[in-house]
């Protein structure tokens, strides 16, 4: 294993002295990815329906550098993974999720199956006991091919069948929602409260915040979100501090969990927003050629010196969120360790220590 990220003086000072004394001594990453081949590129020819930049942070993923990524990136602390698959699809999904299944057992972590909607009840229920998964995770590029990006609703990539069979065994549901309207779409919203009202069981995580990353990609949702009582939430990817206060404001901190998304999260990067629109602000060369990107941007000189982790970013952004509500001690852990641990341990279906 080659050297997995340079931890640079900055980055050092960074961690100490804004996250060190912040974060729980124990903490538990209920999003994150690991794979061992390179398909993306393959994946994205047959699939036009994802960003391209993640793609750039790393070609590969194996569980030993995930491993020791948070070694690095987190000094003092422990930090337990729950982790599934890359970008998959039909061709991939079968092999994906078998390194995941056999990482997850080696290394006693708890683990996700990528899931196809074509997959009958029956079919999902086997794979997720066999392999010892505690939910699974579906993605918008599995929705079927005639159907345009930007009209995808949530149930043509998670249908009523799959879910049924979810809710029967109480399992976790990974859900990055799809659409333009992000968070704030309406049909988003109303699929979204759907599943909570059809399927009390199924432990709901909504991804990335709904991937708002911008406060215009809110839109109402806080609002219509308020009387919700079970989906979680994540932080994954997301650096918005007023996002974040948002949602802190809306469902408080039992239903809050810490993502990562790493690899991604190893870029460095500062993230800004532009028009209502993510910008990601990145050194000049370091992730090749991404002037065709519009959520990338590149900076040289000292500006490019000083940026620091996606992860950091991330971080101190709840951070001050987090400071601004006055959450407790005890609330931020939670938020770290203690609801990801609550919500694993109600699968029953992971045997391995938290």
Known sequence: MGQVLEIKDLDRDFYNSRLRGFLPEKIIDV?????????????????????????????????????????????????????????????????????????????GLPSLLYTLPTWSGGELARRVRQGGFVGIKVYLNLAPAYLPRAEIRIF????????????QNGWIVMLHIPRDGRLGDPVNLAQMLEIEERYPNVRLIIAHVGRAYCPEDVGEAFEALAGTQRMFFDISANCNA?????????????????????????????????????????????????????????????????????????????????EKNGLTQDDVRDIFYGNARALIAGTGAFDGGL
């Open 31 to 107: 999003h994150s990815h690991i794979w061992e081949t390179n398909d993306r590129d393959e994946i994205n020819r047959r699939q036009q329906r994802v960003v391209k930049w993640p793609s750039m942070v790393a070609d590969v993923n194996p569980v030993e550098e995930h491993l020791e990524s948070y070694r690095l990136l987190f000094p003092g602390k422990q930090v337990t993974p729950v982790v599934f698959s890359n970008l998959s699809d039909a061709a991939t999904v079968d092999a994906s999720n078998e390194y995941v299944r056999r990482a997850a057992r080696k290394h």
């Open 156 to 167: 043509d990539y998670l249908p009523h069948h799959l879910l049924e069979v979810v809710d």
């Open 242 to 322: 007023e996002v974040f206060d948002g949602l802190i404001r809306c469902v408080g901190p039992k239903r809050i969990l810490f993502g990562s998304d790493l690899p991604i999260l190893r870029m460095r990067t500062r993230r800004i927003c532009e028009n209502g629109k993510y910008v990601n602000l990145v050194p000049e060369g370091l992730y090749g050629d991404v002037s065709a990107d519009p959520h990338m941007r590149e900076l040289s000189g000292a500006e490019a010196d000083e940026l620091t982790f996606f992860m950091y970013e991330e971080l101190d952004a709840f951070r001050r969120a987090a």
